[in-house]
């Protein structure tokens, strides 16, 4: 950047500051309110298509990478992101309100995500190398050689998340499973940091320049109006696109895409309520513990998480009045917090009111209220019951923010009949003491068809970014529900198998080579190879 | 069957005959123009949403079977349609009016597609294991064990193919795939050959009643509409859908499915021209050989395959004419063979006509009249050069059937400039001899980015089923490049990743338990589990 910390409002398209030319804008302080500087140019057509052209440029030769080479640009990235220190941790924090500590987490988290994919790429499993060897005295016909192996798709444009300035933004884990894959990224930066955004697209830039990569492997767009996404997403040289957001936001990419000449996929994380089963031997003993942990969860940023328990469901009377009383007094107790946008604000807002207005849903308890805050993300805490709730399909909307309802489920077979009518989830939560094993074993296999990631006696904040994780599920929880957006699968959404039929030996890439010159994991005949 | 062969014209619902309710039609002979008996019922919406819900019903069971059983219920489908005999073999050629030794060919390929995938359940690879311990130590916080694995999507819906009425039909690689992945199949018969498909349908049925599955794990619809098929798209208990056939057919599909409350996934297989390549050299020594083996691999099957080469390049002026001469010799003694169907035949000879009247475009030479039977399909082979080509966008469109269009390219940057414009592709296929090798690597980076198969010194027809193949590419060769339809990673269509963190010990399916009691492969912490 021109100095360290020094933001320009510039949007960063290859290698060049470009002046945004449709606009501008400002990120605001949800702590104060206050406009903060520089002003953001927002992107024009121009400029899109002069990121894409370069993305569509840079496309063979980055995605041609020799492994070592990819990995250590994804380290780079990692550390010049960790190099910016408190510039970048103050800034997320003028232009969200997330806490320090959050932000620092968050922070290790993305770069620990890019290093995660470094030492994805190094493995080469990904690759899914395949070789079928010829068999030439087959009758009636020899077998051809065939050998097969992952390509990316092409540029990926991803959109910034809102709530996730670092995790789920420039360089956040859609950007880097998109380049883990070899697929250059242009990023469209969430409005609401575009200070962040430019730190850490200043961070990825310059490690694409350290390692000699064409200058299109990376571009950031900034913009707060819609018509830049969606010029973004019909663009024809973009090929795949990652989102994470609101379902109306998601929806709408997936139509524009859909509706391209040559469709592609979005993979759009978007909406999910994250039921949690308190099941009755877990309420009876421990109905306190849980109400009080409940809160713990709903309450981490403000619930502004994608994975906040906006739902829980409690069968059985033994108990419940402690989870109740537990839950409803932590909620009395937890202050406001600022939001991260006044629109979120205000969809929160509206959804606590709506909520509250339900006839048979009683409010039990609401957080304190600050008024030294501009934004207060006040905690809602609602109960009703079964019959209420399956009678009401808007209870079970997402309300984005520290807002649950707690259903009081008659009996098992209410329980399955809610589960059933459930939408998609990225989480389903249970509780179970010993006594519940067998309703576990009976809830379980619902629960998997509704939901990514299934957690037994824990709350579904805190995404694990890892092998065995998934975040993702079943529409409207994301619109691929075969993919996940954490985690090492993620790189599998920017690939697609290529079969190569009696190469000459000359022209097969390294991967596919006799004698496994890389050294990686190979099935032969659809055995794995020994190296 | 109520006796070996005996047709009765039955939609085989679950374990039930049910006429149609919706009106009947008749299969015909193409060699002869001949109506078959018997007559077949359509499927009404009664009848679509009695086999979706059995598919439902079966689909908790089903999912759950163990390994063995699953994999043994595939082979006995596989022995139960060898079993047919040439009860079978005559009712294939009876509505397809396909060749003996072809139907046979094929019969051996869906049987062998059958046992693969008993063998690839078995495998367990395909259930993708992953385990990252839980770490108590970890600070700030402890990690979770996280467990993944693969789970079905739901019922699949099957829309059989006209032009491989057992591989690409009722038992063909989309239902081996989706029964394989623990799927429910309700299969739409196409309406060119209901009594194939109802004696295939049987011997499934059979199968599942040998094994003891549950009776909706398979049903067959049929009818000679489209309403039945938007039915069976849109119907919510259907999760996913496969289908090979044309390219409007496909869209309808993807469209349909698109525009349900929760959109599914449509894997459509649906137009592909199969660009052959002839560098210089290759052109210049075996022009002529080339020639003839090119129209053999056009007119197999008359030209009625996906992968019929239907657009020739040829690079360089030496040996073109030899290329010519002999291809244009051996379509003139090609025999006319009938077609699939009548509007098969109606659409190869307007797509004939069409390139016939194309300015600059010659007519090369044509196939043999056959006044003798009902639907000639008459071979043509056309050609042009490469201005003509990139000035008439219309040229790039697949004519079904043994017409093909050769066209001589000026130089290398008018080839690029081709290969840049074409559509997505099932396959692309390269003749180079050992002095096209340089052109041959400036090519293929592009035809991998066009096509799911590269193909070298070869030809596109015949499709290997194993382990490495790739049928499938980017649109609209398919509605989804990241898939095949032929193969063992077919599988992957119908299967979504679930993760299970914190799961008590007595839950954990036997994929993830501790001990590996499957002897499956596993990742633990990213890195392959011995066994």
Request: proline share 7%; aromatic share 4%; hydrophobic share 45%.
């Amino acid at each position: 950047m021109t100095a360290e910390g020094a933001l320009t409002g510039a949007l960063l398209i290859g290698a060049a500051d470009v002046p945004g030319s449709a606009g501008e804008f400002r990120a605001v302080d949800p702590r104060t309110g206050a406009r903060l500087e520089p002003a953001y140019g927002e992107a024009g057509p121009d400029e899109v298509r002069r990121a894409t052209e370069l993305a569509q440029q840079a496309f063979a030769g980055y995605r041609q990478t020799d492994l070592e080479t990819r990995a250590a640009f994804l380290e780079s990235v990692a550390d010049r992101i960790d190099a910016l220190g408190d510039v970048l941790v103050e800034r997320v924090r003028a232009e969200t309100g997330i806490p320090r500590a959050r932000v620092e987490g968050e922070r290790a988290r993305t770069t620990g995500q890019l290093r995660l994919f470094a030492a994805v790429v190094r493995d080469g499993d990904w690759l899914g190398a395949r070789i079928d060897p010829a068999i030439a005295d087959r009758r009636p016909q020899a077998r051809p050689d065939l050998r097969q192996r992952m390509i990316p798709l092409g540029p990926v444009a991803v959109f910034g998340a809102s709530n996730f300035p670092l995790a789920f933004s420039v360089a956040g884990g859609d950007t880097a499973s998109a380049l883990a894959a070899g697929a250059p990224v242009v990023v469209k930066g969430h409005p609401a940091h575009p200070g962040t955004a430019e730190l850490v697209g200043r961070a990825l830039r310059a490690a694409v320049e350290e390692h000699g990569l064409p200058e299109g492997t990376f571009s950031l767009l900034q913009g707060a109006g819609h018509s830049i996404g969606t010029a973004l997403v019909t663009d024809p040289r973009i090929k795949a696109v990652g989102f994470t957001g609101s379902r109306s936001g998601g929806l709408a990419l997936v139509a524009a895409a859909a509706g391209r000449p040559e469709p592609i996929p979005v993979y759009a994380e978007m909406s999910s309520v994250n039921p949690v089963f308190v099941l009755p031997d877990a309420l009876r003993r421990q109905g306190s513990e849980l109400g009080t942990a409940f809160v713990a969860s709903l309450t981490t940023g403000a619930g502004q998480l994608c994975t906040s328990p906006g739902l829980v469901f409690a069968l059985g009377a033994d108990g419940v009045e402690s989870f109740l009383d537990a839950a409803a007094a932590a909620v009395a107790t937890a202050p406001s917090a600022p939001m991260l946008t006044s629109g979120i604000q205000a969809a929160y807002t509206a959804g606590v009111e709506r909520l509250a207005a339900t006839e048979r849903v009683r409010t039990l308890a609401r957080g304190l209220g600050d008024p030294a805050i501009g934004a207060p993300g006040r905690p809602a805490l609602f109960v009703t019951d079964g019959d209420t709730f399956l009678a009401h399909p808007a209870l079970h909307d997402e309300v984005f923010g520290a807002a649950s309802l707690v259903v009081r489920v008659r009996d098992t077979a209410q329980l399955h009949e809610i589960v059933d009518r459930l939408e998609g989830q990225l989480t389903a939560t249970v509780h179970a003491a010993p006594a519940d094993v067998g309703a576990a074993r009976e809830l379980l296999p619902r629960l998997e068809l509704i939901a990514g990631r299934v957690v037994f006696n824990g709350w579904p904040t805190g995404v694990e970014v890892g092998h065995a994780v998934v975040h993702g599920g079943p529409f409207p929880a994301t619109s691929a529900p075969a993919t996940t957006s954490v985690g090492t699968r993620a790189i599998e959404r920017f690939l697609r198998p290529v079969s190569y039929q009696a190469l000459p030996a000359e022209l097969v890439p390294d991967e596919l080579a006799d004698g496994n010159p890389l050294g990686i994991r190979r099935l032969v005949d659809g055995v794995p190879d020994r190296h």
